[in-house]
């Protein structure tokens, strides 16, 4: 199943570098008006055609990447910052209040979805990027949080953490230098998977307005834009779909691909 | 089983409380006073604080939490800050738009994926199994508001099966509005049938490997029967669960797909409630929100342990 992983990968870089060259270049300025060449199908001068202002989709598509990875990367950060040292720290205590109490808070976050918190924080904040990516960040702790308990407290029964615990290390250092690298795999896979579930909420969130504002370019505002015209201009709503499309399969897939390879189990098991 | 039954009870109490704690005060500690926001910058002081009298911002925070949730338990959900109506009545009206909602796209997804999620099992590695999860990872990818969109283009805007929007209500009848909500329904169900599929899937492989599914062709049962008889029902388990987490998804997703279709359910109360500051309502709407998703998850549990009784003695 290395497929995956190749399809995968070539996907999300391609997505990746589309967003580093919009640094430096893109075919047109993304904000430039053109008025008379306005919701221009797509042809040789507009590679995916133009928007009701003339401006070219493909350079509105390379700096909205740009915005989509930015939010979703941070937000797995978020998630993976707080969420790991929680779930090692609720395994390294399991059983007591530590850990009950960190589960019951993953518990109420959980009851949270993604959407609602954005609504709560934007009724706090106002809306913006970087409520965002609060607004999915915290979604996503829980998620590091109850993966990486889950995967230590199998590994505390083992001896090569009992050996650790003989030689008098104490469960701070056993956490970070002997349970963090064996569930490290585990992790980088489900952050794949986040990752492109972040893509997904930011291009939700901004599509109703939650999201990044003008001027920032963004996937979602794109498609927000689209609607009233979709039926004189589909391209405008199909290229940004199938960018938002294209990019969620290529890390899905990407994620897959990662978790066969690094699991050694699982390709003895698919035989 | 009475005794897990009051355990998770008590810890359901215990998780109403804390989230309506943690939304009154997040939403309290947001800037912006309701009640100049309804008067303007050129208020005069006396009307301000006539107004935030009638209101009841001059209470203490505190107090005012009491008096919310209390009122919430003996179903008066308060008085709308805008449309001086009471938050019930303007909750009551969205609620059956966006419930009907979320059940029929949750009917749909299951209708889809059991089918799906059988086949590609019986299947495994085959190509009928490879092109459904190939569809299933495509539909994983979608956007659901994405989605909406097409399908407007297509079944409302180019073939006009259905209208591009709206609600007609249901004093219309029923069928009216099923099928007002069907285009909705399915942009809902659609990504969510795709992962119900893969994990219906892969329970049922989990299954299909157990002992008891080799002795019960042992005894003479064939693949088919074996799969029908014992390996679905005991496959059931993890499908259950991941169905009453996906109510939380299809009620928050069904805030967004209400946008696309124009429908007058919670969602939009919500935004325009944010817009108007009309804190009280979105207090209320997003608390019924997280009510509903602890309630269900609750209910799950409940349903798990009584399928299962391993679960009863774990917690």
Redesign the interface.
């Known amino acids: 199943m290395k497929r995956n992983l190749i399809i995968g990968g070539a996907l999300s870089a391609l997505f990746v570098l589309a967003a580093l060259i919009s640094f430096v270049w893109t075919p047109y300025d993304h904000t430039a008006l053109d008025i008379p060449n306005k919701l221009k199908v797509p042809h040789a001068e507009h590679l995916l055609g133009t928007d009701h202002f003339g401006r070219d989709i493909l350079s509105m598509i390379m700096v909205g990447a740009r915005t989509s990875i930015a939010v979703a990367l941070v937000a797995v950060g978020i998630g993976m910052g707080l969420g790991i040292p929680l779930g090692l720290w609720a395994a390294a205590r399991q059983g007591s209040w530590v850990d009950e109490l960190i589960m019951r808070g993953n518990d109420l976050v959980f009851a949270f979805p993604s959407l609602v918190i954005a609504i709560l924080i934007t009724a706090i904040f106002g809306a913006g990027a970087v409520n965002a990516i609060i607004a999915i960040g915290i979604f996503n702790i829980p998620v590091f949080a109850r993966i990486t308990r889950g995967a230590a407290l199998s590994l505390w029964q083992r001896e090569f953490i009992l050996a650790a615990r003989v030689a008098g290390k104490s469960a701070t250092r056993i956490s970070v230098e002997h349970i963090l690298p064996n569930v490290t795999n585990l992790l980088i896979v489900q952050g794949t998977i986040q990752f492109s579930l972040g893509i997904l909420a930011e291009a939700g969130l901004s599509y109703v307005g939650l999201g990044a504002q003008p001027p920032t370019p963004s996937w979602g505002r794109m498609l927000a834009d689209a609607q009233t015209l979709v039926s004189i201009a589909p391209h405008m709503a199909l290229m940004p779909g199938f960018a938002i499309i294209l990019t969620v399969l290529g890390l899905n897939l990407m994620g897959d691909g990662l978790r066969d390879y690094l699991d050694p189990r699982l390709r003895v098991a698919r035989t | 089983m009475l005794r897990y039954t009051l355990k998770r009870l008590i810890?359901l109490i215990?998780?109403l409380a804390?989230?309506s704690v943690?939304?009154f005060f997040?939403?309290e500690?947001?800037?912006g006073d309701p009640a100049s926001f309804m008067l303007g910058m050129n208020a005069q002081p006396e009307t301000l604080a006539a107004l935030r009298a009638e209101l009841g911002l001059d209470v203490p925070k505190f107090q005012r939490y009491l008096a919310w949730v209390g009122g919430m338990l003996t179903g008066d959900f308060g008085t709308s800050y805008t449309y001086r109506t009471p938050v019930i009545e303007m909750v009551s009206g969205r609620l059956w738009v966006s419930l009907p909602l979320a059940l029929y796209a949750l009917a749909l997804s299951t209708a889809l994926a059991f089918p799906a999620g059988i086949y590609a099992a019986s299947r495994r590695g085959q190509a009928g199994d490879i092109g459904v999860m190939g569809a299933t990872?495509?539909g994983?990818?979608?956007?659901?508001?994405?989605f909406a969109?097409?399908l407007?283009?297509i079944f409302a805007?180019n073939l006009r099966w259905f209208a591009a929007g709206g609600f007609v209500g249901w004093d219309k009848g029923f069928w009216a509005g099923m099928h007002a909500l069907t285009l909705p329904a399915i942009a809902l169900a659609l990504p969510q049938a795709a992962i119900l599929a893969r994990v219906m899937r892969s329970s049922l492989l989990d299954v299909l490997g157990e002992d008891f599914m080799r002795t019960a062709r042992a005894k003479g049962l064939t693949a088919r029967q074996a799969l029908w008889r014992h390996g679905l029902r005991n496959a059931l388990i993890p499908v259950l669960t991941i169905i009453g987490l996906q109510f939380?998804?299809l009620?928050?997703?069904s805030?967004?797909i209400e946008?696309?279709f124009y429908l007058p359910g919670l969602g939009r109360l919500?935004?325009q409630s944010?817009s108007a500051r009309d804190?009280i309502v979105?207090e209320s709407v997003?608390m019924l929100?997280?009510f509903s998703?602890?309630t269900v998850?609750f209910l799950v549990d409940l349903a798990y342990a009584a399928v299962d009784p391993r679960l009863r003695s774990r917690a």
């Open positions: 810890s215990i998780s804390v989230a943690v939304i997040v939403i500690v947001a800037p990872q495509l994983v990818a979608v956007p659901n508001f994405w969109m097409m407007v283009l805007i939380s998804f009620l928050a997703g805030i967004i946008q696309v919500v935004f944010i804190l979105v997003v929100l997280v998703v602890i998850n």
